[in-house]
């Protein structure tokens, strides 16, 4: 039975218990293309990294990490600092709460606040629960990549899943980092 959720930001003290939610995703789903599971050390590297520009967000039950959601570069090109790329893992055992589906709408809500105008999800396709989460926060498939990856014995299309999060002015002011966003609004969409 889930007891209270609740949902901040992660640290990079979480890392360890964050990469016990991913290792099953690398080592036997297709729901990420990556095929060795990240040392604790690199995965903390990877939290630390990110939470300077982007949303680095978990949600916790009883003391545990259950879920979590962050966004990323979408491309390292400077043209592209507008767009986001976002992704969200809950634990084994946990889908079905609205856990992905909080701190998606937690995540969108930031990056709008930050200045992000665009927020991008790469999808192995078909993966219906994912598909349908990006659905209802009204993104729509951009692009399919036929037999782009190879994972878990068999070749995997890849989709493309993208929606605007605000208007496109010309020319736009460059987005905050995330590191600059005032603690008690954070906090404040995080409860929402």
């Not at 680095?56 to 986001?84: C, D, H, K, M, Q």
């Not at 999060?165 to 736009?172: E, K, N, R, S, V």
Request: aromatic share 12%; net charge neutral; proline share 7%.
């Amino acid at each position: 039975m889930l007891g209270n959720v609740t949902y901040r930001v992660a640290t990079p003290e979480d890392s360890e218990a964050i990469l016990s939610i991913y290792r099953p995703y690398v080592e036997s789903t297709t729901v990420t293309f990556e095929t060795i599971v990240p040392t604790a050390e690199e995965f903390r590297r990877r939290v630390d990294g990110i939470l300077s520009n982007f949303p680095y967000l978990v949600a916790e039950s009883e003391g545990n990490i259950i879920g979590y959601a962050y966004a990323s570069s979408y491309r390292p090109r400077g043209g592209f600092r507008w767009t986001a790329e976002l992704s969200v893992y809950v634990r084994q055992g946990y889908h079905g709460n609205g856990i992905g589906t909080h701190l998606y709408a937690a995540l969108l809500d930031l990056l709008r606040m930050q200045g992000y105008r665009n927020a991008c999800s790469v999808l192995c396709y078909p993966n219906p629960e994912s598909e349908k989460l990006h659905y209802r926060f009204g993104f729509r498939m951009a692009g399919l990549q036929k037999k782009c990856g190879y994972k878990c014995g068999q070749w995997c299309d890849v989709a493309l899943f993208e929606r605007p999060l605000t208007d496109h002015p010309a020319p736009p002011s460059p987005p905050v980092p995330f590191s600059h966003l005032e603690e008690n609004i954070v906090e404040r969409i995080l409860k929402l």
